[in-house]
């Protein structure tokens, strides 16, 4: 029986090579604290585009240097970036991956200089600053600023966009009860909730016309906040505006305790796939090309997101192509010499 986790994906005329894609996660590395991509960025993602990922998405990636988790992400605020952005996504190609951006606002959780913002003026903890509660106009231009983000990932020539709305940042927090406790629009109902996620979602398909990606999390661990229902209404909402998939995940918009095991955020991705009857990336823990193979063939997920195996070991596609007897070429300056 052949591979089904290597077997192409295609969505809006782009295509992966396989469903292995590189979950973002942050290097800070950007020690100039000025959001320019590095060499290490460009090591780092092109060795795991070289080990045979089908798409890779960078790191949480600032659409202003407020909206930063540290001082050493990597950002989008200004055409500065375009180069360096288009070099990383260059090498990343070179090697037969596609290649994505996940755009982001840290809302509450920065720990970046400069302004601390969220919804309401609620501390994620006492070790956090308490951000200033947003007006329509920061809303608006916080919107905006997703939007110039993405017309910049294009121009850096990138494939795939991803929009950061998990985690407890900026967009996580308007969604949750939890961190909004708004009363005007944006605030109250589901629907209010939602209402920022969906401006941005609508700006970023206004200048973008290819894959895009929202990365949510579905389990917020604690009493009072989102349930499965408000989830599936988010994704259907998301899926109207143009979403193409949502990214899977749980967790961090207020501090609590998760306990992982093996595929432990795949019922989300699942029941999101069923209910609102759209594509879903699988992530969190899955470390076996079997488990990967399995949530595939099973129609569980359309992607699997692989985050920290990755960082071990960034051949991991081609060990798991020789487990499950799949055929992944390997890069083409390899070939000589190789019997
Ligand atoms: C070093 C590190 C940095 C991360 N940074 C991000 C990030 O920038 N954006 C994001 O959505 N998730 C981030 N994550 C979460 C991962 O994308 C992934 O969802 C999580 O690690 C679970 O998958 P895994 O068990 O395969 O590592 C990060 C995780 C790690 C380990």
């Not at 290649?99 to 959780?109: E, P, S, T, V, Y």
């Not at 019922?267 to 076996?288: F, K, M, Q």
Request: charged share 25%.
């Amino acid at each position: 029986m052949s591979s089904m986790l290597f077997t192409p994906y295609e969505v809006r005329g782009v295509r992966f090579r396989n469903r292995i894609v590189m979950s973002p996660m942050c290097m800070y590395s950007c020690e100039k604290r000025d959001g320019k991509v590095t060499p290490w960025h460009i090591t780092h993602y092109a060795s795991r585009a070289a080990g045979g990922v089908g798409l890779i998405v960078l790191e949480a990636t600032a659409v202003v240097p407020e909206g930063r988790i540290s001082n050493e992400d990597l950002g989008v605020w200004s055409d500065e970036h375009i180069s360096g952005l288009r070099d990383v996504a260059d090498a990343c190609r070179a090697a037969g991956a596609r290649i994505g951006i996940q755009l982001a606002h840290a809302g509450r959780k920065s720990r970046a200089d400069g302004r601390i913002v969220g919804p309401s003026a609620v501390p994620f903890d006492g070790t956090y600053r308490t951000p200033e509660e947003m007006s329509e106009r920061d809303i608006a231009e916080a919107v905006a600023a997703f939007r110039d983000g993405v017309v910049r990932a294009k121009a850096a020539g990138f494939d795939v966009v991803e929009i950061h709305a998990a985690h407890g940042y900026l967009l996580n927090e308007f969604l949750s009860p939890l961190a909004n406790r708004r009363t005007d629009g944006y605030g109250g109902s589901r629907e209010n909730r939602f209402r920022m996620l969906g401006e941005t979602i609508l700006a970023v398909r206004a200048a973008w016309d290819g894959p895009l990606f929202v990365r949510l999390s579905l389990n917020e661990y604690a009493e009072g906040g989102n349930a499965t229902e408000d989830f599936v209404y988010f994704a259907r909402e998301a899926k109207a505006l143009g979403a193409d998939l949502i990214d899977c995940s749980s967790g961090g918009v207020v501090p609590a305790r998760v306990e992982a095991y093996p595929g432990y955020q795949v019922p989300y991705a699942e029941t999101i796939r069923r209910e609102a009857d759209i594509a879903v990336g699988a992530v969190g823990l899955i470390e076996e090309p079997a488990f990967a193979e399995h949530l595939i063939r099973a129609g569980r997920a359309d992607l699997v997101f692989l985050g920290r195996e990755l960082l071990r070991n960034p051949y991991w596609p081609q060990h798991a192509a020789k487990a499950l007897k799949a055929e992944l070429p390997i890069p083409k300056q390899y070939e000589r010499g190789w019997t």
